[in-house]
């Protein structure tokens, strides 16, 4: 079975740093991009950015670039979204996703990592 | 960056009834990359259109999506009690979503 499986939900402090991870499986890891949804409380979608795991190309949403660090590791088919620096702003779900190239689209879609950030 | 609107904001409907849902962009798009995605409260995202027409796995033929250029469509031909949902369109996995369209039990 093809799935991406998320990290556990987060609590953390404005400051601190955090690292949430996606775990693929069922499928080759380093032949999609993966890419990473924000989706605030009670709000639509976020696009961040994307990542393709068998050569590390990461591409940023402009609102993103810089707030966030995608990256992956393909030996453990897992792709990452990182924080240096939290805020209460982050406060949201995450979500990865697989992006089929020929549609356009994502078609596999991770069960979201909630972050809370609150002092 | 394209914008893509979505609208109406929420459209209230009996099941049974027809929906219809636009999402329009601020530029030409390819329609080889124009998404539909459903959500339910508390799930991920589902994919249900891709290339602006075609089903994506496993979703009902009551599922339809049209439009080229800037204006695109969603049709769902009768609502049944799980449709009820918000819909977001997208063009190609690397750009932003529309805003959404809750589609909600009048």
């Known amino acids: 079975e093809v799935q991406l499986v998320q990290s556990g939900a987060e609590v953390k402090k404005p400051g601190e740093s955090l690292k949430i991870s996606c775990k693929g499986s069922?499928?080759?890891?380093?032949?999609?991009?993966i890419g990473w949804v924000r989706q605030m409380p009670g709000k639509g979608l976020e696009w961040m950015g994307i990542?393709?795991?068998?050569?590390?190309?990461?591409r940023y949403s402009p609102s993103f670039q810089g707030q966030v660090t995608i990256s992956a590791d393909k030996s453990i088919s897992t792709a990452y979204l990182q924080w240096s620096s939290l805020k209460a702003s982050d406060t949201a779900m995450y979500y990865c996703?697989?992006?089929?190239?020929?549609?356009?689209?994502?078609?596999?879609w991770g069960q979201g990592t909630m972050v809370t950030v609150s002092s | 960056e394209i914008v893509l609107t979505q609208s109406p904001g929420t459209l209230s409907l009996s099941p049974g009834e027809r929906a219809t849902l636009s999402c329009r962009a601020s530029?030409?798009?390819?329609?080889?990359?124009l998404a539909w995605y459903q959500q339910k409260p508390g799930q991920a995202p589902r994919l249900l259109i891709y290339g602006a027409s075609s089903r994506a796995t496993g979703i009902p033929d009551r599922f339809s999506g049209s439009g080229s250029g800037t204006d695109f469509t969603l049709t769902i031909s009768r609502l049944e009690p799980e449709d009820f949902a918000v819909y977001y369109c997208?063009?190609?996995?690397?750009?932003?979503f529309g805003g959404g369209t809750k589609v909600e039990i009048k």
């Open positions: 997208q063009q190609y996995g690397s750009s932003p």
């Open positions: 069922g499928y080759s890891f380093t032949s999609y991009w």
């Open positions: 996703a697989r992006l089929i190239p020929y549609l356009g689209a994502f078609d596999i």
């Open positions: 990542i393709y795991p068998g050569d590390s190309d990461t």
């Open positions: 530029q030409s798009v390819s329609s080889s990359y």
